[in-house]
């Protein structure tokens, strides 16, 4: 089901028509940005981030059974497993932007099946759905590297001071621009374990305006602020040393050992803004595995993935230009260098 104008209208029967909604969301802005507009318009719900691997499988049906809801919605997450479906037996409706995945009885919204090439963001989705805070809209396509021109206009009609006119793409606006800054606090919050993150997203709802974050205006903003601050002054010291492995080769590679917070793709997003010329694995080791964050400007990531896995065990896909994966630690270095040979 493709989202057109029509199915504009259906998903938001689909949200008019529920009692007691399950909301699952990904654990990134955009993610956090389409769960805070479903809510606004539910004023209900009981939201669950998903962390790590963008999928629903069946470690979720608790979730179900705690809950047992109404009707179950999905944001932004990539993979949903058919016998979750199955066994959940409770309505399902999945808003997503990534490849298009066969799966039944569910009400799959995803405006690839229109266009396989459309990379409209699940945050952007949902604002043209519900119409509900334009700026928390604007937080998660900016975060997720989505430039909705459509929107621009009405969001600077209210908000210039936040997205100056001389700013003309996403990827600037993230790192020069203050709804950039409020998309980085959205996404330092989230950092950390499912409860601890669910804490600062129950503040988020809370919040009208952006500048009671920015500015710090109540307890609410200056809650998410002091944790905010608290996560960037350990950004900073990992991003100076991944900045002091770049040489003059196409491809950064940055490891790093476990660490309590992953940071994986805030370096390999906030990497290929200083260096588009380039190709960058962030690689985190961890549980006997490398997470990894892949990005580029202009070369497609997944297909070089899925040659390089030849011979390694592990899994990695994504957008054209910004994937993610996971490959055992002792096939690692075969990884990259097949990955090489690929480039």
């Given amino acids: 089901m493709s989202l057109t104008k029509k199915n504009y209208k259906d998903l938001i029967d689909e949200l008019d028509n529920v009692g007691k909604p399950l909301i699952f969301f990904h654990d990134d802005t955009d993610g956090v940005c389409s769960f805070l507009q479903f809510y606004s ?55 997503d932007h990534h490849p298009v995945q066969e799966i039944h009885n569910v009400k799959y919204f995803n405006p690839r099946f229109k266009d396989p090439d459309k ?82 997203v129950k503040a988020l709802t809370r919040v009208q305006e952006p500048y009671e974050i920015l500015n710090q205006t109540d307890p609410r903003g200056k809650f998410i602020y002091k944790r905010f601050k608290k996560i960037d002054r350990e950004y900073q010291k990992i991003l100076k040393d991944a900045i002091e492995v770049v040489t003059d080769e196409k ?66 896909g994504g957008h054209e230009f910004a994937a993610g994966g996971a490959i055992k630690s002792r096939d690692f270095d075969r990884f990259i260098e097949n990955f090489k040979k690929h480039l």
């Fill in 41 to 95: 318009y539910l004023h209900d719900g009981y939201g669950v981030i998903v962390k790590s691997r963008p999928l629903i499988d069946n470690k979720f049906l608790k979730k179900v059974k705690e809950y047992q809801p109404d009707k179950i919605f999905i944001l932004d997450i990539a993979m949903l497993d058919q016998d979750f479906v199955n066994d959940a037996k409770t309505p399902i409706v999945w808003l």
């Fill in 119 to 200: 990379n409209e963001c699940v945050a952007y989705l949902t604002y043209k759905t519900v119409k509900k805070k334009i700026w928390i809209a604007m937080v998660g396509c900016i975060g997720d590297m989505h430039w909705p021109k459509d929107l621009l206009k009405e969001f600077r009609k209210e908000y210039l001071d936040l997205l100056p006119e001389n700013i003309k793409d996403a990827r600037t606006a993230l790192y020069e621009s203050d709804i950039g800054k409020i998309a980085q606090i959205f996404n330092a919050v989230l950092k950390g374990t499912s409860n601890e993150a669910m804490k600062y």
């Fill in 251 to 316: 491809l950064i590679l940055y490891k790093y050992k476990d660490n309590k917070i992953a940071f994986s793709g805030d370096l390999a997003n906030e990497l290929i803004y200083k260096y588009p010329d380039k190709l960058i694995i962030i690689a985190r080791e961890h549980g006997g595995e490398f997470k990894c964050s892949f990005r580029s400007k202009n070369i497609p990531i997944p297909p070089i993935i899925q040659k390089s896995l030849v011979d390694c065990e592990g899994y990695g």
